[in-house]
């Protein structure tokens, strides 16, 4: 990185610090007039009120000056840090992110997906963020960095970790009953290790050890909602759901079915026609956002899951 771009970490508190001092000598200063006032004029000492002059030219002309300063100032150390939140290093690392209800899924350039955001260290990365349904915020503390994800619009932002460590990246928007819970990490590795970490999955595909099914839950933000392992989420969990006996209710109707490929496949391109007992239509459509190939490999995975692929 150019020695001479200050990193978002720096400039956010660059200005941080400049409107807390600020504040700090303003606090102080007010505190400490207003306790000497106390004293010097009790009434004890002036029991009779005395004039006092209609105006002072020069503490109207130095009570304006000062706070107009104190504002510019402000201003500048904002804008000057703005403008670098937008000047991004040349050399930064392009990451695509997509949010949706209730999961992140962070796109390479090579085409792998994740959901989470692993990243090498001491070098700029830059996110483009979108929305696959409503507005979220990427949020990731450590860096001081916050963007909106919009649906059919992409926003920037950039950021470099100091030093390979585990960040938290949350969503600061309230997005659904899940919001809470679109909690995800940034995993920022040396150089080295992440360029395996990247390559990883060719590697794995051309000895046939990758699990697409596996791999499209993720990509799709199945897991967000659904476990593999019988734990309770929003959604029902995906453990021992191919061939079992669900009661649903389809146009208003309760019945009971059994969960074949079928259902499977109209659960995934429209949650609504048929609701499970006990979940709220939470789920969005994926009619026209995922390919027949794609949806034919994730439905003969939760197939097998169970053991039985009849």
């Known amino acids: 990185m150019n020695p001479q771009i200050p990193s978002t970490i720096e400039t956010v508190d660059q200005v941080f610090l400049y409107i807390f001092g600020i504040s700090a000598l303003l606090l102080i200063g007010i505190t400490a007039t207003m306790i000497y006032f106390i004293v010097r004029y009790h009434w004890r000492r002036h029991p009779h009120a005395e004039p006092s002059p209609r105006y002072n030219i020069w503490l109207e002309i ?26 991004v290093p040349e050399n930064a690392l392009d990451i695509e992110v997509t949010a949706r209800k209730w999961d992140w899924t962070f796109t390479y350039e090579n085409g792998k997906t994740s959901n989470r955001l692993v990243v090498p260290a001491k070098r700029p990365i830059r996110l483009a963020i979108t929305s696959l349904d409503v507005v979220h915020s990427l949020y990731i503390p450590a860096f001081r960095i916050k963007k909106d994800a919009l649906p059919g619009f992409t926003t920037y932002v950039w950021f470099e970790a100091p030093r390979a460590d585990t960040y938290d990246l949350f969503c600061a928007e309230y997005c659904g009953v899940a919001h809470s819970s679109m909690i995800t ?4 590795l040396p150089e080295e290790r992440f360029s395996r970490w990247l390559v990883e999955k060719a590697e794995k595909e051309a000895d046939g050890e990758a699990e697409p099914g596996r791999e499209l839950l993720t990509r799709h933000g199945c897991n967000a909602c659904h476990s593999l392992d019988g734990t309770k989420m929003i959604g029902p969990t995906f453990k021992g759901l191919f061939g079992h006996t669900v009661t649903v209710t389809t146009d208003g109707r309760k019945r009971e079915l059994t969960v074949d490929r079928d259902y499977l496949r109209r659960s995934i391109l429209e949650p609504g026609a048929d609701l499970v007992e006990g979940y709220p239509p939470v789920m969005p459509p994926y009619q026209g956002r995922i390919s027949d190939e ?13 053991g039985n692929g009849t």
């Open 62 to 87: 130095t009570w304006t000056t000062i706070p107009t300063l104190i504002v510019l100032g402000m201003f500048w150390y904002g804008w000057n840090g703005y403008l670098t939140l937008l000047n």
């Open 185 to 188: 990490v940034v995993e920022a």
């Open 294 to 306: 794609e949806l034919d490999a994730l439905v003969e995975f939760l197939a097998e899951q169970t």
